[in-house]
C-alpha cells in the first residue's frame, strides 16, 4: 500500500484529473474515425454498439481501479505479484502499443492544426509535440496534466455537442435501435471496444491515482467516483459524436472515405464545422498523445531508478520518438496491424490478471473484491479474449 494518503479535501482535483485522463485516452484520432464509419455503415444500430461497449468497458474499468486503487500498486507491480515476470511482459506490450498508436496520435494533432491553419503535416507534428512536452518540463507536471485534459475534453464535449444538434439527429430512432438492433455487428464491437479500452488505456486513470498518493481500502468510494467520472465523460463523448453523424448520414449524405468524421461535420455545418473538426481531432490527439506517453512511462518507472528518477524525461523522450517516428516514415501500416493485434490481447491478459491479484490478501490486504464484479469481469475476459484472437487472424489496426 505505497502511498502516504493526502487529506480528503485534496483529491476533488485529482480524481476529476484521473477521470479525464482516462476518458480523453480513450477518445483519440482513431476513436473518431471508428465512430465516422461504424454510424455510416450500421445506422442507429451503432447506438447498440456503443451500449454494449459502455457495458463492457465499465466491467474492465472498475475492476482494474479497485484493485489498483486499493492496494496501491501499479498494473505491472501487481502483475509481477500475481505471477513472477508477467509485470515485464505487460509493460512491453502497453509501451510497444502505447508507441505505435501515438505515432498516430501525433498525426492527428498534426492533421487537426492543417485543418485550422494551413500548416504542413511535419510542423503541424512538431508543434503539437513541443506542446505536449511543455506539460512535462512543469515542475508541477501532474497538476499541468490534470488541467490540460479537463480543458480538451470539456472543449470535444461542447464542440461535438454543438455539431450533434445543428444535425437534427433522428433521436427516438436512435434509442429504440440502443436496445433493439437490427442485427449483432461483431466487428464493430470488437473495433470500438479494443480502441477504448485496450493497452494502456484501462490503467491511466488508476496510475494517476496512485502517483497522487489516493490509494487504500479508506479511499475506495474515492476510486470508484474517478473510475465513474471517467467513463462517463467517455460515454457523453461517443453519444454526442454518434448522434452528430447520424443526423448527417440519415439525410444521405455519403462521408468522404479519405476523412470521415471531417466530412461528417462539414456537411454539418459547413467551413465552420469544417474548423471544428480540425478543433476536436487536435484535441482528442494532443490529450491522447498526453495520456499515451504518461501511462507508458508508468509502466516502466518502477523497473528502473533511471527511468523512476527521471520521468518526466522519459516521457519527453516518448513524445519524442513518436514525433521523429511520424515525421520520418510516417504511420507505417505493418507497425500499426502488430500493435493492433497486440492491443487485441492485453485487455484479456491485464483484466484477467487484476482479477487474479483481487483474490490476494498480500496484495489487497483485507478488502473483499465483490463477487458480482469478478464474475463479470470473467465474462469479459473471456469475451475479450475471443475478440483478441480474431484481432490475432487478421483485424486492421485499431487506429484506422
Known sequence: ??????????????????????????????????????????????????????????????????????????????AN??????????????????LAFNIGNVGGAA?????????????GAAAAAILAILIFLSKEAGKAMDRLTQILGAAMIILVG??????????????????MPTHIPMLAIITLVGGT?????????GHRLVDAG?????????????????????????????????GVVTKGFALDPANPPASAFQAAAGVVGYKLFGTVIFAAALSSVVGAAYTSVSFLKTFSTAIGNHVNKWIIG????????????????????????????????????????????????????????????ILVVLITAYMGVQSLQGLKALWG
Not at 508477467?86 to 510497444?96: R, S, W
Not at 439527429?169 to 436512435?174: C, L, R, V
Not at 496484495?363 to 473483499?368: A, C, E, N, P, V
Open 81 to 98: 505479484k500475481v505471477l513472477p515476470g508477467l509485470g515485464y511482459f505487460l509493460a512491453f506490450l502497453v509501451a510497444l502499443g502505447g
Open 214 to 246: 489516493v490509494s487504500g481500502v479508506e479511499n475506495l468510494s474515492e476510486i470508484n467516483k474517478s473510475a465513474l467520472m471517467g467513463m462517463g465523460i467517455a460515454t457523453i463523448m461517443r453519444i454526442l459524436l454518434f448522434l452528430a453523424v447520424l
Open 162 to 179: 454543438y455539431v450533434a444538434f445543428s444535425t437534427n439527429p433522428p433521436i427516438g430512432e436512435a434509442i429504440t435501435r440502443t436496445f
Open 318 to 377: 516518448f513524445i519524442g520518438l513518436s514525433t521523429i517516428i511520424f515525421m520520418t516514415i510516417g504511420r507505417p501500416a505493418t507497425l500499426l496491424v502488430i500493435a493492433g493485434s497486440l492491443n487485441g490481447l492485453i485487455l484479456p491478459l491485464t483484466l484477467g490478471t487484476m482479477l487474479l491479484a483481487s483474490g490476494k490478501k498480500e496484495i489487497i490486504g483485507d478488502y473483499k473484491h465483490p463477487k458480482s464484479l469478478l464474475i463479470l469481469g
Open 1 to 78: 500500500m505505497a502511498n502516504a494518503k493526502k487529506p480528503k479535501s485534496k483529491h476533488g482535483s485529482v480524481l476529476l484529473g484521473a477521470a479525464f485522463l482516462m476518458a480523453t485516452s480513450a477518445i483519440g484520432p482513431g476513436f473518431l474515425t471508428q465512430s465516422a464509419v461504424f454510424t455510416e455503415q450500421l445506422g442507429a444500430t451503432f447506438g447498440f454498439v456503443i451500449l454494449i461497449s459502455v457495458i463492457l468497458s465499465f466491467v474492465a474499468q472498475i475492476n482494474v481501479w479497485r484493485v489498483i486503487g486499493v492496494s496501491g500498486l501499479r498494473g505491472q507491480e501487481v
Open 197 to 205: 479500452v485496450g493497452g494502456y488505456i484501462t490503467f491511466s486513470g
Open 111 to 123: 492533421l487537426g492544426l492543417n485543418v485550422l491553419f494551413g500548416l504542413d503535416l511535419k510542423i
